[in-house]
């Protein structure tokens, strides 16, 4: 079984420029999420849908990022414009339903300078 | 407030030897208390996961246990390798998860 696909792996900014994020999860997985990891913390949640629906977007910047899932399908995160505080890695997962197991992707580490 | 703690915040061990990471809780409701490996550059990977009314789930090496009355979990690890050197994280929650920051872990030779 494939597993939840992310890229890029890496991705260097300036700040004030945009980037965009891109996730596949599992097939067959109604519940997408998408994490921002600060190095030395743990995973907070930023969206879930629920197919191509937002289930909890409560901690999403909405001022400068967005999210979509076209198609209930992939995903995409984008940031416009960055800060430097948004270096972090980017965790996308993905379940069965919500409150069923959640398996992550690689993450994608994004560097603003 | 929903909060997981985790403690140590960090920790070294020789390889071959055990240790334990604890993990305390405030999340209500409860319905389950996961524990995940994070290798550096990784994301997590899940090694158990218990609801309330388990109180010991193993994986291998690994060992869970939980107190739901003292909201209290931890992770036992036996006979430690290299390759266990990583974070781990404890998640609790009900629809909505919370995580803990984690446990570095670091097994040296």
């Known amino acids: 079984e494939a597993g939840v696909a992310q890229s890029p792996r890496y991705k260097i900014i300036e700040k004030r420029q945009s980037v965009a994020f891109w996730c596949n999860p599992i097939?067959?997985?109604?519940?997408l999420y998408w994490y921002q990891q600060i190095l030395g913390q743990g995973p907070k949640l930023l969206i879930q849908?629920?197919?191509?629906?937002?289930?909890?977007d409560s901690q999403l910047p909405k001022d400068r990022f967005s999210a979509e899932r076209l198609k209930g399908v992939d995903s995409t995160l984008k940031i416009q414009p960055a800060k430097l505080e948004d270096s972090a890695v980017y965790l996308c997962?993905?379940?069965?339903?919500?409150?069923?197991?959640?398996?992550f992707g690689p993450g994608t580490r994004l560097t603003v300078t | 407030k929903n909060q997981v703690e985790q403690s140590p915040q960090s920790l070294i061990i020789l390889e071959g030897k055990n240790c334990t990471l604890q993990?305390?809780?405030?999340?209500?409701?409860?319905?389950?208390l996961r524990w995940y490996k994070q290798d550096t550059g990784r994301g997590p990977v899940s090694l158990t996961i218990?609801?309330?009314?388990?109180n010991t789930k193993s994986n291998g090496r690994y060992t869970a246990t939980l107190d739901a009355d003292t909201k209290q979990s931890s992770l036992h690890i036996t006979a430690s390798q290299l390759s266990d050197s990583a974070s781990y994280i404890c998640?609790?929650?009900?629809?909505?998860?919370?995580f803990g920051t984690g446990t570095k872990l670091q097994v040296i030779p």
């Open positions: 218990m609801t309330f009314s388990e």
């Open positions: 849908f629920q197919n191509n629906g937002v289930v909890d």
């Open positions: 097939s067959g997985h109604a519940t």
């Open positions: 997962a993905s379940s069965l339903a919500s409150n069923y197991e959640q398996y």
């Open positions: 993990c305390n809780y405030t999340v209500s409701p409860f319905s389950n």
């Open positions: 998640v609790v929650g009900y629809q909505k998860v919370t």
